[in-house]
């Protein structure tokens, strides 16, 4: 059950330039006044709905970040109150930015352990499908799972790694090495393989596609491969990519020459999302 996103909600946040508010790093207020009792009723009922529903299917370090931040119990969190306590926790914070931002922008929020966070919410009560990321894609997808500080360090470790990348030109390929790991991501867990990428786990109809449809190719983890890889933007994923453990993809990211694999990649094409290579270790099904 593939599903398309809507044209109509694609790039609605998208802009050249920091808009009207937003201050050089393109951090924004959060607005928090304004959301309404109905953008908060909203938001209690999609973190109720998704919380449930990923039970058996996000990662436990998903489900125990859930677990302690608390996101759906008092409206949509206000970053003022949320992030000293979020930051205690986590050694992050939550900033508020108006939607899609430059990628050096970006890598750097990621590098002093800042997440850039949509200051909208989507309209519908929707989670079947992700239109642009949103607050509830963003705070709830993501932030869980800086409770793990493994993955925090893999994050830091990877903004800092794209502040090199843009100097070199080759932010695309560092680029899908995050849609293959922190928005599509699957993890093995004892006989299972769960999710923790924020794209699958603001969308239960994809989480369930990655993580059981035969449709579906799961691989082990491959960093040149995943680099190499695109993505679909408006489709389920038809390549998902299987880590071992957090601790291994935070070491693949400390010990790994990056420079070298840039350069292994300039020579070689790029891969098209579903095609298959004969270097490709698959992740059986029957071991979900
Ligand atoms: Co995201």
């Known amino acids: 059950m593939e599903q398309e996103r809507p044209s109509d909600l694609k790039d609605l946040h998208v802009y050249d330039a920091p808009p009207a508010g937003a201050a050089d790093d393109w951090s924004v207020p959060q607005g928090w006044t304004e959301f ?8 209690n009922d999609l973190v109720a709905r998704q919380s449930q529903s990923l039970i058996g299917h996000a990662c ?8 302690a931040l608390h996101l759906g119990e008092d409206g949509i969190p206000e970053f003022e109150t949320f992030n000293p306590r979020f930051c205690a926790q986590t050694g992050w914070q939550a900033v508020a930015v108006p939607g899609v931002i430059p990628n050096d922008v970006f ?15 989507r309209r519908h009560g929707s989670l079947d499908y992700n239109d642009e990321p949103d607050m509830f894609h963003d705070v709830f997808g993501h932030l869980p799972m800086f409770m793990d500080r493994t993955f925090g360090d893999f994050l830091a470790a990877y903004g800092r790694a794209g502040l090199r990348a843009e100097g070199l030109g080759v932010s695309e390929l560092l680029g899908h090495l995050y849609l293959h790991t922190v928005e599509f991501g699957l993890i093995r867990e004892g006989p299972s393989i769960r999710a923790y990428g924020a794209g699958l786990l603001s969308s239960y109809a994809e ?13 082990e983890f491959d960093l040149a491969r995943m ?4 993505y679909l933007f408006d489709k389920f994923q038809p ?50």
Do not use: C
Request: net charge negative; charged share 30%; aromatic share 10%.
């Open 36 to 43: 309404s009792d109905a953008d908060h009723a909203r938001w």
């Open 107 to 121: 890598f750097r929020h990621l590098a002093e352990r800042r997440f850039p966070v949509a200051n909208f919410l």
């Open 60 to 67: 436990d370090a998903f489900m125990d970040g859930l677990n």
């Open 207 to 219: 989480t369930v596609h990655a993580r059981t449809s035969p449709k579906a190719r799961r691989l």
């Open 239 to 288: 390549t998902y990519f299987v880590i071992e453990s957090f601790a291994a993809l935070l070491e693949e990211m400390e010990t790994t020459s990056l420079s070298k694999v840039y350069e292994t990649l300039r020579d070689q094409p790029s891969l098209a999302p579903g095609e298959s290579h004969s270097d490709d270790r698959i992740v059986p099904i029957d071991d979900l």
């Open 227 to 230: 680099m190499r890889t695109q």
